[in-house]
Every structure is written in structure tokens, then in C-alpha cells.
């Protein structure tokens, strides 16, 4: 990268660092950003000869991302992304990051990498920063037609990345970042990603039972549970837990619930995780409750397995054989929010709740059925119809009244024990777990949601106009369609994201 140092810093009396930037304007960091970026500093040094690092932009489990300014060869002044990942990522992980980046970014909406920094197990990858607004911020103000775009633009994105195999598993707005002055759109974080069988990507080849790949989970026949986990102490403490897991049902059922399995999951790699919880024999396993066994089951942890709110059924089921389909769903949930207004859309603290509220949209008919289609038996306390997708995002942005019985809201854990849930997913290795939804919240769409589209100064009219304008009053039925194809709860049926930009509502773009 052709930049020379620039340093412009200097401590100020509170012990703030002032930066100006650019000469004009200055700006104070909060202190523990200021250690951190300090941090930062002292870990990978070679970054202070390149870098200037103005703020921390983003924070999660396993990575912090910073702003870094770099003057380059030309005198021009570029800002980066720095993205600094945690140190105990297993190499592998990290360098197949880096290869989705290099191998696939760079164009069709896809965040591309200018450079890597590493010093012992710090490494920092640098990416083109791209100034972006959170969708929680605009959604309100969102027109039809910026959905729409914002839509093709993300289905482009992983159209692109699914013809080279790679399964991004962690689509949602915030990993698709968005500029909205310029309309430029760019999907980050690949930090999740897995390969598709045929996967061009050598190292996702490689990826079986690392760190931020969904761990074995009881019950799973899973590509990722054969090998062994490295032996940090993260993973020593998370492969004791799919450790005490139970027994797979087919060495005590028979298997009379498992439906058919695609051809895929038989190969040999894929054995169930063998038994280890000695002594505990499970009493409900095909009945609707769930017995003191299973109640007392500790739930499986995932490191980091996505957002239980944009998880595909099969995910949520953890069924093993998860395709490309699952990206696409994530992009449908995303789409439902903002056809609806509502952000986030799902929101569950774990799987049984989220695969609840996905029935309360979808059906639980037709959710059971598919779920069937991919050999695992769901079972839920009572039948919740499928909505009719228009009826339901016209009502939540409050353009039909809503009678009580026309938009089910999504249930809520908190509530009483009249409250739907689904009871338990099995295959022939049973994963059931407690339905104990204690200490969990999740809004309900008609009160709590975050972006409630009437607020008390707004009178109903002037609301109603001012959403006409932005196209509102007039969203083609191919919307809804579309919505439809992408929220498929069967993965094999689902739209691909090659099928979706053919979608006849993109038919002028
Ligand atoms: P994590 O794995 O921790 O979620 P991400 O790669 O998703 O890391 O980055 C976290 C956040 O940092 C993003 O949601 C986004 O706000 C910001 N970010 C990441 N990459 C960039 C970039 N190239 N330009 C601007 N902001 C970025
Ligand atoms: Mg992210
Ligand atoms: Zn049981």
C-alpha cells in the first residue's frame, strides 16, 4: 500500500487525545476508545507507520473495528477500516476471512481488502472504509423505491458470493453496510462464512470445527463435528458442552419421525455425535411436552452462530445440510422488515422462540411440513395460520386498521403459559430442548417496536400522506411476491438469489 505515516495527534489536558482532522475540525475520543485504539497501537506497531487512528466504528464478539486515516504516496488522505480481530481466532478462520475478502470482494457490492497486518496473533485487515448509516436510523424515512433498491443491491451481493460457494450465514443490515447519499452498498463480515461442498474458496475447505463455525450441537449430524476443536480454553469449554449431549435417538428410537434427507447429509463424514450423557433416558421424545430430563439439559451454546431473528428454519432446526438457501432467507427477513417498517422484524433470544415467531408469520403448518422436508419433526401447542404477507406489513405501518384477530402478534417470552411455542424439534437424533423462555423479551410488533411508525405528534393523515409520498399507497403485488419466494421455509423450494434479480420486480433495473 503506497501511504506514508501521518501523526497529527497531541494528548490534550484531560488526558483526551485531540485530533484534528483534516486541519478543521476536532473531535475527542471517549477514554477506554482512546486505550483501546492505544492498544491497538502497541499490539500491531507497524499500523502507526501507515495509520492515524481516528475513532472505533465497530465492536463485536470477536472483532473491534477502527476509522484510520492514511496519507498516501499522492498527498491524498484515504480513510480505512481497520478491523482487528480477537486474538484467540483460530488462523485458519482468519485467513479464510481474508480469502472471501480477496477472492470475492472488491466488486458486485462486496467489501473488498486492501491489506493485512499481523503481529504474533494480532492481525488487523484493512478495508476501503465506506461511511454508513445503521437501518434502524432510516428505516422510517425509507421510501418503497430505496427498498426496492436496497434489496436488488443486497441480492447482488450474494449472488456473487454464492457462485463462489461461499454461504456468508450472517446476512443482516448490519453487515451490509449502506451508503445512502451515494447509493453504494457493500456486504462485510465474513467471519461466519462456510463453504458450499463445491466451494472455491480452498480455505473454507478447511473450516471444520473451528471457532465461529456453529459448534456440534446434540442431535446434529453435523459436517462440523467430526473434528476436533483446537484447544483454546473458549473451545475446551464449548466442546464440553455439545458434550454433555444426548444421545442420538437412533441408538434407543427408531427412527420413525427422521423424513427424507437430502442425498448430501448421508455421506460418511457425517456421523451423529456420539453419546455421552450416561444414565439419562429421555421420557417425550414424540409426545408434545418436554420431560424434567430435557428441561434440565443444559441449552446448547453457539459462539457466535448469527442472529437467531434472520436464521433460516433449517438453521434454527440445525439441520446439517444448510446451503446457500440461508443467506437468501436472511435477505427475506430483511426485506419483511422493511416492507413492514419494523426493525428488528424477529427478535428472539433463542431458536425455538425465533422458529415461534417465524410460524406466527408463515404458519405452523406449513413450517412442520417443510421441517419435514428437511427430516426434522417440529411439534408446537397449537396452530398458529399463516398471514397473508401485504395484510401484514400494511398493518404494521399502520395503513389498515388492525383488528385483534387479523395480525397474530409474535409471541412473547415473558407472557403466560397460554403463550404459543414451539415445543420441540426432533430428528432421529433428537434436539428438543427446554421451552423455558424465562427472562427473555422480544417486542411485541403492535407496541415495543423500535421504529413505531405513528408517534403521538404525528396526526393519522398527515402520516398517511407523507408515506404515499414515499411510495407507500402503491407497493406492486410483485413485492410481496417476491418477499414470499424469499421467506420459503423449504430450502430446497427457496428463490435463489441468481432466480430473485430475474424477479419481475426488478424487471426495469
Ligand atoms: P464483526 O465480525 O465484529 O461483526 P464486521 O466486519 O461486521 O465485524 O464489522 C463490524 C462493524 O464495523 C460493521 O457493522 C460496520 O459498522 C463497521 N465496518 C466494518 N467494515 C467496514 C468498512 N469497510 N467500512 C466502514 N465500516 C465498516
Ligand atoms: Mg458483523
Ligand atoms: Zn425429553
Redesign the pocket.
Known amino acids: 500500500m503506497e501511504v506514508t505515516p501521518v501523526c497529527t495527534e497531541r494528548i490534550g489536558t484531560d488526558g483526551c487525545i485531540i485530533r484534528s482532522d483534516r486541519g478543521h475540525r476536532r473531535s475527542k475520543v471517549p477514554r477506554d476508545v482512546e486505550m483501546d485504539i492505544e492498544f491497538l497501537y502497541k499490539v500491531v506497531p507497524q499500523l502507526a507507520k501507515v495509520f492515524r487512528i481516528i475513532d472505533k466504528i465497530g465492536e463485536g464478539t470477536f472483532s473491534s473495528v477502527y476509522l484510520g486515516e492514511a496519507q498516501m504516496r499522492d498527498g491524498r488522505r484515504e480513510m480505512f477500516a481497520l478491523k482487528h480481530l480477537i486474538p484467540t481466532s483460530h488462523p485458519t478462520r482468519i485467513a479464510a476471512e481474508l480469502q472471501c475478502l480477496t477472492v470475492a470482494g472488491g466488486k458486485e457490492n462486496v467489501m473488498g481488502v486492501t491489506y493485512c497486518f499481523r503481529k504474533d496473533d494480532h492481525v488487523v485487515i484493512v478495508m476501503p472504509y465506506m461511511e454508513h448509516r445503521a437501518i434502524v436510523e432510516i428505516i422510517s424515512s425509507m421510501s418503497f423505491e430505496e427498498v426496492r433498491l436496497y434489496i436488488y443491491h443486497l441480492l447482488k451481493a450474494l449472488r456473487h458470493v454464492h457462485q463462489f460457494g461461499i454461504i456468508h450465514r450472517d446476512i443482516k443490515p448490519n453487515n451490509f453496510l449502506y451508503n445512502r447519499s451515494h447509493k453504494l452498498y457493500a456486504l462485510v463480515d465474513f467471519g461466519l462464512a462456510q463453504g458450499t461442498v463445491d466451494t472455491q474458496i480452498e480455505l473454507l475447505k478447511d473450516l471444520t470445527g473451528l471457532r465461529r463455525v456453529p459448534r456440534p450441537v446434540f442431535g446434529e449430524r453435523n459436517l462440523n463435528s467430526c473434528t476436533p476443536a483446537p484447544s483454546t480454553t473458549k473451545q475446551a469449554a464449548i466442546k464440553t458442552e455439545s458434550g454433555k449431549t444426548e444421545e442420538p435417538a437412533s441408538r434407543r428410537y427408531p427412527s420413525a419421525s427422521r423424513g427424507p434427507l437430502p442425498a448430501r447429509s448421508q455421506s460418511s463424514s457425517q456421523k451423529p455425535q456420539r453419546a455421552v450423557h450416561q444414565g439419562l433416558t ?4 414424540q409426545t408434545d ?3 424434567n ?2 428441561l434440565s439439559r443444559k441449552q446448547q451454546v453457539a459462539p457466535r452462530a448469527g442472529t437467531p431473528g434472520f436464521r433460516a428454519p433449517e438453521v434454527l432446526t440445525k439441520c446439517p445440510n444448510q446451503g446457500t438457501a440461508i443467506d437468501v432467507w436472511s435477505a427475506g427477513v430483511i426485506l419483511l422488515s422493511l416492507l413492514s417498517g419494523r426493525y428488528p422484524f424477529f427478535k428472539a433470544s433463542d431458536d425455538l422462540l425465533a422458529l415461534t415467531q417465524i410460524m406466527t408469520i408463515r404458519g405452523s403448518r406449513e413450517t412442520i411440513q417443510a421441517a419435514k422436508a428437511f427430516g426434522k419433526a417440529v411439534v408446537c401447542s397449537r396452530e398458529l395460520p399463516r398471514q397473508d404477507l401485504r395484510t401484514l406489513c400494511e398493518t404494521l405501518r399502520g395503513r389498515r386498521p388492525s383488528p385483534d384477530d387479523e395480525v397474530t402478534p409474535l409471541p412473547e417470552a415473558n407472557k403466560d403459559s397460554t403463550a404459543t411455542r414451539c415445543h420441540k424439534i426432533q430428528d432421529d437424533t ?1 434436539t ?1 430442548r427446554p421451552a423455558n423462555g424465562a427472562g427473555q423479551t422480544f417486542p411485541n410488533h403492535r407496541e415495543h417496536s423500535q421504529s413505531t411508525p405513528l408517534t403521538k405528534q404525528d396526526s393519522e393523515s398527515d402520516y398517511k400522506v407523507e408515506e404515499d409520498e414515499r411510495g407507500w399507497d402503491s407497493v406492486p403485488d410483485e413485492a410481496y411476491d417476491l418477499l414470499d419466494r424469499l421467506l420459503d421455509l423449504n430450502p430446497a423450494t427457496r428463490i435463489t438469489a441468481a432466480q430473485a434479480l430475474q424477479h419481475p420486480l426488478f424487471a426495469d433495473l
Do not use: D, G, S
Open positions: 429421555c421420557n417425550c421424545y411436552r418436554v420431560c430430563i430435557c433428537p428438543h
